[in-house]
């Protein structure tokens, strides 16, 4: 090898060298140590209470931010990962308060932090109610301490709502319809029946999924693609990530028999699946599985015979579906459209006196395995959460829980009761607009007046981040 391939061989081997050093992110941080170059925040004029960050640093890195208020409890965004530029949200705030913000940036080996900046958040004026924290007994503020819960406004202009145990609105996103039901994805997100308040029954012609910074991630619109009818009191995610509502279905039926006409249209209540790119997966009717003939007030309710008001599918693909006027709740089998069993009033399963419900709501399946409602109660005019453990071959209902509320509760419709934790049931009554905890001796624990038309509550787990590892 000659002189100079020689010096050419040993150069590229320094450089190569070099190079391989240079990628050793100790080498980096001596050299070149990580830094955070800009910080711009956004004020976003849609909402009081998100706010953008943008960030730059001088090198790959992961970031994040922390921010807090005179009280010290701090509170971190998601993390921006292996970026020099950076979009960072701010999500978790309440209006007219003083917080300090901070950034950090980090590699394997090293860390940054920014200087801090204060963030002061102004008042909400956009679709959104009051919340008022009346009552906290002492012995449940520790445990309900940290807990967040989302909510609706069902009037127009709407929104969705997700509230601190105290009843401070921390996140929202504000509708020019109304928001008829919201619900917490296991994703983190916030997904929506949204409708004109004309639109009867809790009804809507949209289905809109929103991730925390307000970013659109699904939109179905009646009309468009395979949704062709609009959905109405439910909406969920099921174990595969596809979105199942309630629908708004008709049917033509010879009604002469009851004094209509032969060509009759009779409007009832259906399912429907879609994958979240609204492909129409599966649906079904009740006006199938019900002879309308059956009813001899069918000239009446013909308009919303029987009306469904909750959807629930269970792990083995099935679906629980309840109707209100006909104080029942039926399991739909999903391979075969097929009705497997209706619990109720005149249902496959014996009830005594004391186990029989009527205009119930939310219909699910809870933590234990129990069927579980909120029992409107309008027979008796008090309101309830009720469970059930089923034995389907036996046609056997069990009463698991039976919690009675206050008549100052009572609910004629709406709602719902869920369990908090294991021994603790969290409500959503809606003629005296309140969102309750009670334990299971039905003592009421902690009471929020709603200054708005909610339609449920729940839980929102994951909402509020920990500190990234």
Same mark, same amino acid.
């Given at each position: 090898?000659?002189?100079?391939?020689?010096?050419?061989?040993?150069?590229?081997?320094?450089?190569?060298?070099a190079?391989?050093?240079?990628?050793?992110?100790?080498?980096?941080?001596?050299?070149?140590?990580?830094?955070?170059?800009?910080?711009?925040?956004?004020?976003?004029?849609?909402?009081r209470?998100?706010?953008?960050?943008?960030?730059?640093?001088?090198?790959?890195?992961?970031?994040?931010?922390?921010?807090?208020?005179?009280?010290?409890?701090?509170?971190?965004?998601?993390?921006?990962?292996?970026?020099?530029?950076?979009?960072?949200?701010?999500?978790?705030?309440?209006?007219?308060?003083?917080?300090t913000?901070?950034?950090?940036?980090?590699?394997?080996?090293?860390?940054?932090?920014?200087?801090?900046?204060?963030?002061?958040?102004?008042?909400?004026?956009?679709a959104?109610?009051?919340?008022?924290?009346?009552?906290?007994?002492s012995?449940?503020?520790?445990?309900?301490?940290?807990?967040?819960?989302?909510?609706?406004?069902?009037?127009?202009?709407?929104?969705?709502?997700?509230?601190?145990?105290?009843?401070?609105?921390?996140?929202?996103?504000?509708?020019?319809?109304?928001?008829?039901v919201?619900?917490?994805?296991?994703?983190?997100?916030?997904?929506?029946?949204?409708?004109?308040?004309?639109?009867?029954?809790?009804?809507?012609?949209?289905?809109?999924?929103?991730?925390l910074?307000?970013?659109?991630?699904?939109?179905?619109?009646?009309?468009?693609?395979?949704m062709?009818?609009?959905?109405?009191?439910?909406?969920?995610?099921?174990?595969?990530?596809?979105?199942?509502?309630?629908?708004?279905?008709?049917?033509?039926?010879?009604?002469?028999?009851?004094?209509?006409?032969?060509?009759?249209?009779?409007?009832g209540d259906?399912?429907?699946?879609?994958?979240?790119?609204?492909?129409?997966?599966?649906?079904?009717?009740?006006?199938?599985?019900?002879?309308?003939?059956?009813?001899?007030?069918?000239?009446?309710?013909?308009?919303?015979?029987?009306?469904?008001?909750?959807?629930?599918?269970?792990?083995?693909?099935?679906?629980?579906?309840?109707?209100?006027?006909?104080?029942?709740?039926?399991?739909?089998?999903? @391979?075969? #459209?097929?009705i497997?069993?209706? /619990?109720? +009033?005149?249902?496959? *399963?014996? =009830?005594?006196?004391? $186990?029989?419900?009527?205009?119930?709501?939310?219909?699910?399946?809870?933590?234990?395995?129990?069927?579980?409602?909120?029992?409107?109660?309008?027979?008796?005019?008090?309101?309830?959460?009720?469970?059930?453990?089923?034995?389907?071959?036996?046609?056997?209902?069990?009463?698991?829980l039976?919690?009675?509320?206050?008549?100052?509760?009572?609910?004629?419709?709406?709602?719902?009761?869920?369990?908090?934790?294991?021994?603790?049931?969290?409500?959503?009554?809606?003629?005296?607009?309140?969102?309750?905890?009670?334990?299971?001796?039905?003592?009421?624990?902690?009471?929020? @007046?709603? #200054?708005?038309?909610?339609?449920? /509550?729940? +839980?929102?787990?994951? *909402?509020? =981040?920990?500190?990234? $590892?």
């Amino acid at each position: 090898m000659s002189l100079k391939k020689r010096l050419i061989f040993f150069a590229t081997v320094i450089l190569l060298s070099a190079f391989a050093l240079w990628q050793f992110d100790a080498v980096k941080n001596a050299v070149v140590p990580l830094r955070i170059d800009k910080i711009d925040l956004v004020h976003l004029p849609e909402n009081r209470l998100r706010f953008k960050v943008n960030v730059s640093t001088n090198r790959n890195s992961d970031a994040y931010l922390k921010y807090w208020t005179r009280s010290n409890d701090t509170l971190y965004s998601k993390i921006s990962k292996a970026a020099t530029e950076h979009t960072i949200w701010i999500v978790n705030t309440t209006a007219l308060t003083n917080y300090t913000f901070q950034v950090v940036a980090s590699t394997v080996s090293q860390s940054a932090k920014s200087k801090k900046y204060p963030l002061e958040t102004k008042p909400i004026y956009q679709a959104t109610p009051y919340f008022t924290l009346e009552y906290l007994d002492s012995s449940f503020a520790r445990e309900i301490e940290g807990k967040f819960f989302l909510t609706q406004i069902l009037t127009e202009p709407g929104s969705s709502v997700i509230i601190n145990h105290k009843g401070d609105i921390v996140w929202y996103e504000p509708s020019k319809k109304g928001v008829k039901v919201s619900h917490w994805t296991p994703e983190k997100t916030v997904l929506c029946i949204v409708g004109a308040e004309k639109i009867p029954s809790s009804g809507g012609d949209e289905i809109i999924e929103y991730d925390l910074s307000g970013k659109v991630l699904t939109h179905l619109q009646v009309g468009k693609g395979d949704m062709d009818k609009m959905v109405h009191h439910e909406v969920r995610t099921d174990k595969d990530g596809n979105i199942y509502a309630l629908t708004f279905d008709k049917k033509i039926f010879d009604l002469t028999k009851a004094g209509g006409i032969k060509q009759d249209t009779v409007k009832g209540d259906g399912i429907v699946v879609f994958s979240r790119a609204g492909k129409k997966i599966w649906e079904w009717t009740m006006l199938d599985h019900l002879d309308p003939l059956s009813d001899p007030a069918i000239l009446k309710n013909k308009k919303d015979w029987v009306h469904a008001n909750s959807v629930f599918r269970e792990a083995d693909g099935d679906f629980l579906i309840s109707f209100r006027d006909l104080n029942q709740v039926w399991k739909v089998d999903f @391979q075969t #459209g097929k009705i497997i069993w209706k /619990l109720g +009033e005149n249902g496959d *399963f014996p =009830l005594s006196n004391n $186990q029989l419900f009527s205009a119930q709501h939310f219909a699910h399946i809870n933590q234990k395995g129990d069927l579980m409602i909120l029992d409107n109660g309008v027979k008796k005019e008090i309101s309830r959460a009720l469970s059930f453990k089923l034995d389907p071959t036996a046609r056997i209902a069990v009463t698991q829980l039976d919690i009675p509320l206050h008549k100052d509760y009572y609910s004629t419709a709406k709602g719902n009761a869920q369990f908090m934790g294991n021994d603790k049931v969290i409500y959503c009554i809606t003629d005296p607009r309140v969102f309750l905890v009670t334990d299971l001796e039905g003592k009421v624990l902690w009471k929020i @007046q709603v #200054g708005g038309d909610p339609y449920r /509550l729940e +839980e929102t787990p994951g *909402f509020k =981040l920990t500190k990234p $590892q």
